[in-house]
């Protein structure tokens, strides 16, 4: 079985080979790159389950690596970042991440997170022979085995998180659910973000969802949070 492969990429040494270190010990295939140009050349170069991606470097930062990595393929990303407002981590997410560990942080916590994103997208060499998943409406088909979103037959581009969020929903038709609820059943217990985090993801679905369909909606329920409606 081959083994996982994560691409690190901080402008710290130090850190770089600390996070080396702790995930070859747990088992992963590592890779280093101290710069986000770096981190582009190395990404291209072969194939990646998860980046670990730091947002203040040299010559190319974070946001704009990230941004990048999520124009070409659905990497799992997690970032890396000494800054833990709230506008940092939203743009994080805007951008196409699907967590961010706030520096400094406790390497286990690291680990703990990836194994968790790698599990959540069906990275995980655990998963990899599961076969069904897929949910069919009109002109959309939501498959969290392959992590696929299709539209109009069409394959869309689309983050985890994004995809988990809205196989969720479409799970539980016309269900409404508040936005802690979503947190808790979509990021799970290790998430510790705030309900900002899921107006963005919803924002970004409609962006790729909007006009598809007069037989379906993503429906903000005011007040209260959201649901995928069903209609007569």
Request: charged share 35%; aromatic share 8%.
């Amino acid at each position: 079985m081959d083994k996982e492969k994560i691409l690190i990429v901080d402008d710290d040494k130090n850190i770089c080979e600390l996070l080396r270190l702790y995930l070859e010990k747990e088992g992963y295939e590592t890779c280093i790159a101290n710069d986000g140009e770096k981190a582009m050349e190395v990404y291209e170069s072969g194939h990646f389950d998860l980046v670990l991606l730091d947002v203040m470097m040299p010559r190319v930062d974070g946001w704009e690596a990230c941004r990048r990595i999520r124009a070409k393929g659905n990497t799992p990303i997690i970032m890396l970042t000494a800054k833990g407002e709230t506008f940092d981590k939203v743009l994080g997410l805007e951008l196409g991440a699907d967590d961010y560990v706030v520096k400094p942080f406790d390497t286990k916590e690291v680990v703990a997170r990836i194994k968790a994103v790698l599990r959540r997208t069906g990275r995980s060499n655990q998963n990899s022979s599961s076969t069904d998943g897929a949910l069919v409406f009109d002109n959309l088909v939501v498959n969290i085995t392959k992590y696929e979103l299709k539209v109009k037959d069409e394959v869309i581009d689309t983050p985890p998180k994004e995809l988990e969020l809205l196989y969720h929903l479409a799970s539980n038709p016309n269900k409404v659910f508040t936005r802690d609820a979503l947190l808790d059943d979509v990021w799970g217990f290790e998430y510790y973000g705030d309900s900002r985090t899921i107006d963005v993801h919803i924002k970004r679905l409609r962006e790729k969802l909007e006009g598809v369909s007069d037989k379906w909606s993503l429906k903000t329920v005011w007040g209260v949070g959201y649901k995928f409606e069903l209609k007569e």
